[in-house]
């Protein structure tokens, strides 16, 4: 399992900016961000994934009805002994 510090930025279309609604920051330890994302909608009916590097981290949007949008960002944070 690797360590992650994880952003989630809620983005809601009827705020009328690109900024988001709602952001939190924490740390994880996960096997696999994709599969955690994935798992966090699978009550969803309609949803559409969307996978990216930035800056060397990891970036999953998850685009859900209505135009709302979450993203995730994971920052691998390294091991300390």
Do not use: W
């Amino acid at each position: 399992m690797k360590k992650y510090e994880v952003i989630k930025e809620v983005f809601n279309p009827c705020g009328g900016t690109q900024l988001p609604d709602n952001s939190e920051i924490t740390e994880m330890q996960l096997d696999n961000p994709a599969l955690y994302v994935q798992d966090q909608y699978r009550h969803e009916r309609s949803i559409e994934f969307l996978a990216t590097e930035h800056n060397g981290s990891t970036v999953i949007e998850a685009l859900l009805e209505g135009g709302r949008k979450h993203r995730y960002t994971f920052s691998e944070l390294p091991n300390q002994l």
